[in-house]
Structure formats: structure tokens, C-alpha cells
């Protein structure tokens, strides 16, 4: 049979998600991928170097589909910074949710490596600089190097939240992932609140939600 001539990168990362579905495991080598799929060896080097950037591509896909679906919408470029970051989290979430068992296999095979961290880099990278566009509003001091310090650590704590709403995501049994959903709203409107100095009562809520959920889990 003749070698597929014509592959894009999208091709690939189905063959790869496919494969590692199907066998529960990666590919045992790039030459042995591509003769499965039927394509040169070398089609699979134009695009990636090796089943780990692979991963990480993956990722930053789901990231990508999701906020060009949203700047496909009207709607979404008139929103405030809160409800831009409300729509992205539940368009990211939709995709992975779409993807789960994918997500889930990658995920569990590396939560005590660092290869974990690896994978998700440039889910990062992506994701902290939507945050930094999303232009959401801070104390004004006035002073740039405090300003460099707020901006780096409103970066790393929403990381830190998206993290927290995967491994909830992951943990999730309800019909629809319907309390993801709700975790989604509630840790959301909480940051903002906190960052607007609002009252504690969205706090206290998500304290609530969080201590109801962990014992009826455990």
C-alpha cells in the first residue's frame, strides 16, 4: 500500500490519541507509529520531535479550539474580564469533557512526575498570557516593580485555579460534570470579589461548597 503523501499535524495528534486509547500506552517507537498509519517517518519530524511534545500539543489544542470558539462569538468580545474568564473555563472544560478519557490516562500516568508539569507547559504559557490580555483590573500603586509583582503572582494563582478545577474536573462524578460546573461559577466570581475587595460572603459560599463536597466524596 502506497504512503499516505499528503498528513497535517492534526492527523498526527488524532493517530497519536487514538493509539494511546486503543493500546493504553505510547506507540513503542516514531517508525513503528507511522507504519501503523501508513505514512514516512519523516512526515512525523516536520511537526514534532518526539510523543512527549506530542502531549504537550494536545493541550495546548484544547486550549487554542476553545478560545477561538470564542472569539468567534459577538457576544464574547463585549464581555467584562470576568465573564470572558467564565466562558473560557467552561469552553476549555466542554473540550476536555469531550476528550476525558484521553485527558484522564495522560494525566494519571504522570500525577507523581514531574513529567506531569511538562505536559502542561504550554497549556501554561497559553493560558497565563490570555489571563495578562484579559487586562483584569488591579490596585493601582503606581510603582512598576510592585505592579511586575502583581501581575506575576495573578498569573500564577489563576494557574493554580485552573489546576484545582481539573483535578476537580477529574474527581467530578455528577450527571454532566454539573458540579464542575458549579465549582466553576463559584471559584471564578470568588476571584474577582476578592480582587475587588467585595464582601467575604463568595468566600464563605465556596468554603461551604468545597467542605460539603470533600466529605461527601471521601
Known amino acids: ?5 499528503t498528513i497535517s499535524k492534526n492527523d498526527i495528534i488524532t493517530y497519536y490519541m487514538d493509539y494511546v486509547l486503543e493500546h493504553n500506552q505510547n506507540p513503542k517507537s516514531v517508525f513503528a507509529f507511522a507504519k501503523i498509519n501508513n505514512f514516512e517517518e519523516s512526515k512525523f ?10 502531549e504537550k500539543a494536545i493541550f495546548e489544542a484544547f486550549f487554542n479550539n476553545s ?11 463585549i464581555f467584562d474580564a470576568r465573564n470572558k474568564l467564565l466562558s473560557f473555563y467552561f469552553t476549555f ?6 476528550n476525558r478519557s484521553y485527558v484522564k490516562l495522560v494525566l494519571y500516568k504522570y500525577k507523581n512526575s514531574l513529567k506531569g508539569l511538562k505536559v502542561l507547559s504550554g497549556l501554561k504559557h497559553h493560558f497565563t498570557d490570555y489571563i495578562y490580555h484579559l487586562e ?7 510603582q512598576e516593580q510592585i505592579e511586575k ?30 458540579k464542575t460546573d458549579i465549582f466553576i461559577e463559584k471559584s471564578v466570581n470568588t476571584s474577582f470579589d476578592v480582587l475587588d475587595v467585595a464582601p467575604l460572603k463568595s468566600v464563605i459560599d465556596l468554603g461551604k461548597f468545597l467542605f460539603k463536597e470533600k466529605f461527601q466524596m471521601n
Open 136 to 142: 483584569i483590573q488591579m490596585l493601582d500603586v503606581k
Open 1 to 5: 500500500m502506497a504512503k499516505k503523501k
Open 45 to 54: 519530524y516536520e511537526f514534532f520531535a518526539s510523543f512527549e511534545v506530542i
Open 149 to 178: 509583582i502583581q501581575q506575576r503572582t495573578l498569573k500564577e494563582s489563576a494557574w493554580l485555579q485552573l489546576l484545582l478545577t481539573m483535578k476537580f474536573w477529574l474527581d467530578d462524578t455528577s450527571p454532566s460534570f454539573e
Open 93 to 98: 472544560f466542554e473540550n476536555l469533557t469531550a
Open 67 to 77: 478560545v477561538n470558539a470564542l472569539n468567534a462569538s459577538e457576544d464574547y468580545k
